[in-house]
């Protein structure tokens, strides 16, 4: 009985533990056969926390009122962990210190007074760091003292930290429990790096500074975790590392000055991430190793390498952010990974500020410019829904190097090139708006085999689309209009297909085929561009039922001779090719 008892580390398992409980009950030759009597000899091991009906229904099936079957049955009803219980109590007693704090009062008192009254008796004991209030008998002059404090035999620690200042040991948690920065602001308590091998743990409005060891600030190792409302740093390593064998919650965070990743997620460990600040990371979130993190109201900005670095064959969401100005990459992609990234705007127009990284000498600011929005090679994939992307200036999206994301529906702007395919990359491009790129809409080469599908690919500098030095792909019912020279430009053994699309209005050719330049061109609608509706120099495509009319000059334009603008140049007009 005293080991059933004791066993309260996940409230799942209690149809079981009813069961078995009130199997020795009946078995005892000493137990009551009233239920009145029956409920009184089960109050000595109920456990607590439990609510009111539940444990009368159980002390009905001890008097024979009920059986094990309804026991079972409101089981998924009253399932509360202990993580559960920490976090009501540490969310009330931050509550309550912070406002105490800012109108002047006791805040140790009353972070005391809402902690105890969030809890259920005899599962959490409430510690007070520093000078006792009015209420507080005993008070712990460190962090790692109260946490290292005997308790009730079951019981958590709920360490609330009362008076502004530093406490700068490292502690190392290998049981449940809650930390409580009492301050009115998250800056006003400061603690050391954090070791986290607990089942359950709460950290709350507190600020976490690595002690200047080569290792991560916090380093959850195991268990399920919470943090929120934290301020955390690293000059030396990553500010938040989650384990194999971690459940991470991460809630209203500041992560600013770390030397490698802002929040590192590794070898299957998981974490959720909301409405927090990653600033001046060397990367803000990287998830490796089968790893899985979802990232929600999330704010990236000026990380040195990537906004959020997926690889290694992990998996995640990033939804609802902004990412601006990182250095490699707003969202890097690759070696299997394949996260879904929905209404985020990334924006990679201008530089990168100094970050600062750790050497063996000094920490020494290295600024780094922009190279894209979104970045996927070696194998990534992942899908893209509903994004604003923009700058970049290599690309705003660059697919190489085996590549192959969904991107449907996203505003893919103000690039040196807005999508740009190369190294045997792939990618599928649906409905999405290319546009305003200073050099090609798409620009595809090297192998790069992509298909664009109901894109509008307009207004950019250069070509719509450049497809060129062996490049292919598929561009398919696509509106291509408005860009500074051809729409479609092919060349230099490149072979796409050019199927129904719609090209008008484009200040040179609507298609040119250039220079060795191969393709099939079937069934498109070529009209209002400036000089040719297609125009052939040099290339060999292969062209069926297209309808080129009403164009500037030529509506199909054949060009033979030593040099594209030499003496001999021959034009011929064609109704239709």
């Excluded at 670095?309 to 990974?337: I, L, N, P």
């Excluded at 740009?420 to 192998?447: C, L, M, P, Q, R």
Aim: with cysteine.
């Amino acid at each position: 009985r005293q080991r059933i008892a004791t066993k309260r580390d996940d409230l799942v398992a209690l149809g079981s533990l009813c069961y078995q409980c009130c199997a020795a009950f009946s078995d005892a030759a000493d137990v009551p056969t009233e239920s009145a009597a029956a409920a009184a000899a089960m109050a000595q091991w109920m456990p607590k926390g439990l609510p009111d009906d539940f444990v009368a229904l159980v002390q009905r099936c001890l008097g024979g009122e009920s059986s094990i079957r309804s026991i079972l049955g409101h089981l998924p009803l009253y399932r509360r962990s202990l993580l559960e219980l920490l976090r009501s109590s540490a969310s009330a007693a931050a509550n309550a210190a912070r406002r105490a704090a800012r109108s002047g009062g006791n805040a140790a008192s009353a972070a005391l007074t809402a902690a105890q009254a969030a809890i259920v008796d005899g599962s959490i004991a409430v510690r007070i760091v520093g000078q006792p209030g009015e209420d507080c008998d005993v008070a712990f002059a460190t962090v790692a003292a109260a946490l290292a404090a005997p308790l009730p035999r079951d019981a958590a620690a709920v360490v609330v930290i009362a008076p502004p200042g530093e406490y700068p040991e490292e502690l190392v948690l290998n049981r449940p429990a809650a930390i409580i920065g009492a301050g009115a602001f998250v800056d006003d308590v400061s603690v050391g790096a954090v070791t986290v091998a607990a089942t359950e743990l709460v950290v709350r409005n507190v600020r976490v500074r690595s002690a200047g060891s080569p290792r991560p600030t916090i380093d959850i190792l195991e268990g399920r975790v919470e943090i929120a409302h934290c301020d955390v740093c690293s000059r030396f390593d990553d500010a938040i590392r989650v384990g194999s064998l971690a459940n991470c919650a991460l809630r209203g965070i500041i992560v600013h000055e770390t030397a490698r990743a802002g929040i590192r997620v590794v070898h299957g460990g998981r974490a959720m991430i909301a409405s927090s600040l990653f600033e001046q990371c060397s990367v803000g979130v990287a998830v490796h190793g089968g790893a899985s993190a979802a990232a929600r109201e999330c704010a990236v900005s000026r990380c040195l390498s990537a906004g959020f670095e997926f690889g290694d064959f992990s998996r995640g969401s990033v939804e609802d952010c902004d990412v601006e100005g990182c250095g490699r990459a707003g969202v890097s992609v690759s070696d299997g990974a394949a996260p879904s990234v929905r209404r985020t705007r990334i924006t990679q127009e201008g530089k990168a500020l100094p970050v600062h990284v750790a050497t063996a000498a000094e920490n020494r600011a290295t600024p780094q410019t922009t190279h894209c929005a979104v970045e996927v090679h070696h194998g990534g994939r992942g899908v893209f829904e509903d994004n604003v992307l923009r700058g970049g200036l290599t690309a705003t999206v660059a697919v190489h190097s085996g590549g192959d994301p969904v991107m449907r529906s996203n505003m893919i702007q103000r690039g040196q090139t807005c999508v740009y395919v190369h190294n045997f990359g792939f990618g599928t491009f649906e409905n999405n708006s290319i546009a305003f790129a200073k050099i090609d809409g798409v620009e595809i080469k090297d192998g790069g085999n992509p298909v664009l599908r109901g894109n509008s690919i307009e207004n950019n500098g250069n070509q719509g689309a450049n497809a060129h030095t062996g490049g292919q792909g598929r561009l398919e019912s696509n509106t291509i209009c408005r860009n500074g020279k051809s729409g479609v430009q092919i060349s230099s053994e490149a072979n796409p297909v050019l199927l129904r699309n719609k090209i008008y209005d484009n200040q040179h050719c609507g298609i040119s085929v250039l220079e060795s330049g191969q393709g099939e061109i079937e069934s498109n609608d070529v009209y209002d561009n400036r000089y040719a509706g297609i125009a052939i120099s040099r290339g060999n495509p292969i062209m069926r039922s297209n309808n080129a009319h009403d164009n500037g000059l030529h509506d199909v334009m054949f060009l033979h001779a030593e040099s594209p603008t030499g003496p001999d140049r021959r034009h011929r007009r064609v109704q239709s090719a």
